[in-house]
């Protein structure tokens, strides 16, 4: 049962095609690995045995008569719940939300589209609450582990699916990244995530972060993570500010990196302190790029750090998306995430254009920085996952989630694709990313560059050993944090 729960989705499809295992098999399997894993990880919100399992048993009927409905008919799907699902709460990990009022009466369109495609969706991933920070805990949910180490983070804010992904919970989930939520959790646990060139997926209702939420394809390796992105990059008439649907499949890419020009800026001229084994398990893997034919130089692009205007854009949307709340609900809500909203509060429409502008430029720098280069390469993080249930490296000295986050939080303001990449593990056995960022609508040549990596062996990882139960209760306890 376990092995297949493992599977990926590509092989999946490819045994209901030839009669090997049903869809009702692979969903009871994938659904038991969600309950094995659920004491430990904190992954689940939400786990929809009844409902997953009649989906199966429709798919299996579909598999026989020789008429599957989509490109992922009968294959086990988790969502993030910051993304509306029929008839299920959107609980966004706050207590502020009333599960009995918050039943959604439409699907979101990545939603929309896994279902017009026969998915089978398992279960709502956790998020931190309304999404804000680079970890996965929340007042409501509590902490979501990591499963090569339960002490430390699954990243975040779509640590949830990145964790049951890891775990074998599935072989594929629906994430968000506003600042890196895809590609954090992804590289804190051992997946595949990309983050597509903003309007590939069509948002709705659309985000309070506005253009810097993407919404994207998360998996254990690049080939299911393109087969998800054929899925939800199809069209919606809701979302106004969508781009022109892509032209072809991304199952496709051009085969090999032979000729491509890639640059490689391992720590953003010096601007990131790197630890040495994800400095070092980065560079082999661009080694080996070059080794493949790569056309490598090692440069680094315009990216003077523009943190604060992140912040501002982003408490902004902070403060937007909690505008509703009055005193009481104020009070169910994470001390830290108060305080960030009180800076959104506080921020001017003058501050906010000026960080506007800031954007603009940066993005006018990395479109003129492709013109040179096909892809950038970096690491996706400056270090491995750190302890569980604190938003910044114990005695780091960082206030914010953004300070270790530097390599990520950038492309969501240029609005890029960005993909992450495990491309080994530290001495404690955690895993090490490497993220790989286009020009905006280049998602199918940084997916090109991700499939020569696991082609060639040098991306992906072992899967960690089964997890044992946290220790400590697996509840969030916030620490007092002052406006």
Same mark, same amino acid.
């Given at each position: 049962?376990?092995?297949? #729960? +493992?599977? $990926? @989705?590509? &092989?999946?499809?490819? %045994?209901?095609?030839? =009669?090997?295992?049903?869809? *009702?098999? /692979?969903?009871?399997?994938?659904?038991?690995?969600?309950?094995?894993?659920?004491?430990?990880?904190?992954?689940?919100?939400?786990?929809?045995?009844?409902?997953?399992?009649?989906? #199966? +048993?429709? $798919? @299996?009927? &579909?598999?026989?008569? %020789?008429?599957?409905? =989509?490109?992922?008919?009968? *294959?086990? /799907?988790?969502?993030?719940?910051?993304?509306?699902?029929?008839?299920?709460?959107?609980?966004?990990?706050?207590?502020?939300?009333?599960?009995?009022?918050?039943?959604?009466?439409?699907?979101?369109?990545?939603?929309? &589209?896994?279902?017009?495609?026969?998915?089978?969706?398992?279960?709502?991933?956790?998020?931190?609450?309304?999404?804000?920070?680079?970890?996965?805990?929340?007042?409501?949910?509590?902490?979501?582990?990591?499963?090569?180490?339960?002490?430390?983070?699954?990243?975040?804010?779509?640590?949830?699916?990145?964790?049951?992904?890891?775990?074998?919970?599935?072989?594929?989930?629906?994430?968000?990244?506003?600042?890196?939520?895809?590609?954090?959790?992804?590289?804190?646990?051992?997946?595949?995530?990309?983050?597509?060139?903003?309007?590939?997926?069509?948002?709705?209702?659309?985000?309070?972060?506005?253009?810097?939420?993407?919404?994207?394809?998360?998996?254990?390796?690049?080939?299911?993570?393109?087969?998800?992105?054929?899925?939800?990059?199809?069209?919606?008439?809701?979302?106004?500010?969508?781009?022109?649907?892509?032209?072809?499949?991304?199952?496709?890419?051009?085969?090999?990196?032979?000729?491509?020009?890639?640059?490689?800026?391992?720590?953003?001229?010096?601007?990131?302190?790197?630890?040495?084994?994800?400095?070092?398990?980065?560079?082999?893997?661009?080694?080996?790029?070059?080794?493949?034919?790569?056309?490598?130089?090692?440069?680094?692009?315009?990216?003077?750090?523009?943190?604060?205007?992140?912040?501002?854009?982003?408490?902004?949307?902070?403060?937007?998306?909690?505008?509703?709340?009055?005193?009481?609900?104020?009070?169910?809500?994470?001390?830290?995430?108060?305080?960030?909203?009180?800076?959104?509060?506080?921020?001017?429409?003058?501050?906010?254009?000026?960080?506007?502008?800031?954007?603009?430029?940066?993005?006018?720098?990395?479109?003129?920085?492709?013109?040179?280069?096909?892809?950038?390469?970096?690491?996706?993080?400056?270090?491995?996952?750190?302890?569980?249930?604190?938003?910044?490296?114990?005695?780091?000295?960082?206030?914010?989630?953004?300070?270790?986050?530097?390599?990520?939080?950038?492309?969501?303001?240029?609005?890029?694709?960005?993909?992450?990449?495990?491309?080994?593990?530290?001495?404690?056995?955690?895993?090490?990313?490497?993220?790989?960022?286009?020009?905006?609508?280049?998602?199918?040549?940084?997916?090109?560059?991700?499939?020569?990596?696991?082609?060639?062996?040098?991306?992906?990882?072992?899967?960690?050993?089964?997890?044992?139960?946290?220790?400590?209760?697996?509840?969030?306890?916030?620490?007092?944090?002052?406006?």
């Amino acid at each position: 049962m376990r092995q297949l #729960a +493992r599977l $990926s @989705a590509v &092989r999946m499809l490819d %045994g209901y095609r030839r =009669g090997e295992f049903s869809p *009702v098999e /692979v969903t009871e399997a994938v659904l038991r690995r969600c309950e094995e894993v659920q004491p430990a990880l904190n992954a689940f919100v939400r786990l929809d045995a009844d409902r997953a399992l009649d989906a #199966a +048993r429709a $798919s @299996a009927e &579909r598999w026989r008569r %020789g008429r599957p409905a =989509g490109l992922l008919d009968g *294959v086990p /799907v988790s969502v993030k719940d910051l993304l509306p699902q029929h008839g299920v709460p959107t609980l966004r990990g706050s207590r502020t939300v009333d599960p009995a009022a918050r039943l959604a009466d439409e699907d979101a369109p990545a939603v929309a &589209r896994l279902r017009e495609h026969g998915a089978v969706f398992t279960g709502r991933t956790t998020t931190p609450e309304f999404g804000w920070k680079g970890v996965t805990d929340s007042p409501l949910t509590g902490i979501t582990r990591n499963p090569y180490d339960v002490g430390r983070t699954a990243g975040g804010s779509s640590g949830g699916s990145a964790a049951a992904l890891a775990a074998g919970a599935g072989p594929l989930s629906v994430g968000t990244d506003g600042g890196g939520s895809v590609r954090i959790p992804a590289a804190c646990c051992g997946v595949f995530g990309l983050k597509p060139t903003y309007g590939v997926v069509p948002v709705y209702p659309a985000s309070a972060f506005g253009t810097l939420s993407h919404v994207g394809p998360m998996a254990r390796d690049a080939a299911d993570g393109a087969l998800l992105l054929d899925v939800l990059g199809g069209a919606d008439p809701r979302d106004w500010d969508r781009a022109a649907p892509p032209s072809g499949t991304f199952r496709d890419p051009a085969e090999g990196v032979r000729g491509l020009r890639v640059a490689f800026s391992p720590s953003l001229g010096g601007q990131v302190a790197v630890q040495p084994q994800v400095a070092a398990a980065v560079r082999r893997a661009v080694e080996a790029l070059a080794g493949l034919g790569a056309h490598v130089t090692e440069t680094d692009p315009d990216l003077t750090d523009r943190v604060d205007a992140f912040h501002t854009l982003w408490f902004s949307g902070v403060a937007h998306v909690t505008r509703a709340l009055g005193p009481a609900q104020l009070a169910l809500v994470e001390p830290e995430l108060r305080a960030v909203r009180a800076a959104g509060e506080r921020v001017s429409a003058r501050e906010y254009l000026t960080a506007r502008d800031a954007r603009a430029d940066l993005g006018r720098r990395m479109g003129l920085f492709h013109r040179r280069h096909d892809l950038l390469v970096t690491p996706t993080l400056p270090l491995t996952a750190f302890a569980a249930g604190v938003e910044v490296p114990p005695g780091s000295g960082l206030r914010r989630w953004t300070g270790w986050t530097p390599f990520t939080y950038p492309f969501n303001m240029t609005t890029q694709p960005a993909a992450s990449v495990p491309v080994g593990l530290d001495a404690e056995g955690l895993p090490i990313g490497l993220q790989i960022v286009g020009a905006r609508f280049a998602d199918a040549t940084v997916l090109r560059l991700a499939h020569a990596l696991y082609a060639a062996g040098i991306a992906g990882v072992p899967a960690p050993e089964p997890p044992a139960t946290a220790t400590d209760s697996s509840r969030w306890r916030p620490e007092p944090v002052a406006d």
